[in-house]
């Protein structure tokens, strides 16, 4: 099994910054590609950024690219998301997720963690 634990979620004006946070316990060892989704209020989940854990390819929505910059810690199994020129339609509840699955995009999920509040105010 593999523990995903979110750090780093507020309250910040558009325009503002964001890093979240999100350390993986467990047998990481298994652990190919980490990811972060959203969820705003009413809507459904929404992939926001891939990377693999050994290369480092990335991958983005295309909403965020330019904005968010997903990177890897491996020696702290540490995966990051700083979030700049932040808007208030990115304003969702963002979940860290796991898989062995090595493709950057496709496929399921399987380790999810319990999720941090972003809230951008206009």
């Known amino acids: 099994q593999v523990q995903l634990v979110e750090s780093g979620g507020g309250l910040v004006q558009a325009g503002g910054s964001l890093r979240l946070s999100c350390a993986a316990s467990?047998?990481?060892?298994?652990?190919?590609?980490m990811g972060w989704f959203r969820q705003a209020p009413g809507k459904e989940r929404e992939f926001v950024a891939a990377?693999?854990?050994?290369?480092?390819?990335?991958s983005y929505k295309d909403s965020v690219k330019g904005r968010f910059t997903i990177s890897r810690d491996n020696a702290k199994n540490t995966v990051y998301l700083q979030m700049n020129s932040l808007k208030p339609e990115d304003t969702a509840i963002y979940y860290c997720a796991a898989r062995r699955d090595p493709r950057i995009v496709g496929g399921e999920y399987d380790y999810w963690g319990q999720g941090t509040q972003v809230t951008v105010s206009s």
């Open positions: 467990g047998r990481t060892f298994s652990i190919n590609t």
């Open positions: 990377i693999t854990w050994s290369g480092g390819s990335t």
